[in-house]
């Protein structure tokens, strides 16, 4: 199956840094990525919509100037926490999708567990 | 938007026992429901999914019914083993691949 992979896989950085989150989809093309985040012990919760070329669609109550996107070729999409707070760690994962081969189906990143102190 | 229920919570079944995991959605235009295994720090693994044009799909243990008119969407394990255990989450789906997930059923299967 399609094969998508995210880096890095765990990060623990200072409060006030900002931390990038890569994923990329290794052999085919996706044109849109989606971002979650989950808590320990919770649900997948949809962060935003990254459209390749375009700007990313963010849910409601999601910070856009927080969480930047950017998906700016049909392999790679990049989340940024900027301005980390300790609130802000939790399990961050990717997901895209393989139009051409699987239709609805998504195929997830590994996640980045990202800590900040 | 879409809201999907999902019950029970926690699920504790013995091995070779059947394990049934339900959730119910919202939106009627919903039209794809994926089933998702997550193993601790793990990323999520599709199972199964099932479109809105089909009542009902089998893959070995695992089969998952839809009930259009009702909203709502089963997962049934059958003759369940210690691997099984993990989180398990539905899914619902209107289409270009933007799902909203359950959350979330921890199911345990003692050996």
């Known amino acids: 199956g399609a094969v998508v992979s995210q880096h890095p896989s765990r990060v623990i950085c200072k409060s006030g840094t900002s931390v990038k989150i890569e994923c990329r989809s290794l052999?085919?093309?996706?044109?849109?990525m989606f971002w979650y985040r989950q808590f320990p012990k919770k649900s997948l919760m949809l962060m935003a919509t990254?459209?390749?070329?375009?700007?990313?669609?963010?849910e409601q109550g999601v910070e856009k100037d927080k969480f930047l996107i950017n998906h700016a070729s049909l392999t790679l999409s990049t989340l940024t926490v900027t301005s980390a707070h300790p609130e802000d760690s939790s399990f961050y994962i990717c997901?895209?999708?393989?139009?051409?081969?699987?239709?609805?189906?998504?195929?997830f990143g590994s996640g980045t567990q990202l800590s900040v102190l | 938007g879409e809201n999907v229920e999902q019950h029970p919570s926690t699920l504790s079944v013995q091995e070779g026992d059947s394990a049934v995991i339900k959730c119910t959605y919202s939106d009627s235009a919903s039209n794809y429901f994926p089933w998702y295994k997550q193993e601790l720090g793990k990323r999520p693994q599709l199972i199964i999914d099932i479109r809105s044009n089909v009542g009902e799909k089998k893959d070995q243990r695992i089969a998952v019914t839809l009930n259009k008119t009702a909203k709502h969407f089963s997962l049934h394990i059958t003759e369940t083993q210690p691997e099984d255990s993990a989180v398990y989450f539905c899914a619902a789906s209107i289409g270009y691949g933007k799902l909203t997930f359950g959350q979330g059923t921890i199911l345990t299967v003692h050996p």
């Open positions: 052999d085919f093309q996706a044109t849109t």
């Open positions: 997901s895209a999708r393989d139009v051409h081969l699987s239709g609805e189906k998504l195929f």
């Open positions: 990254s459209n390749e070329g375009s700007k990313a669609t963010y």
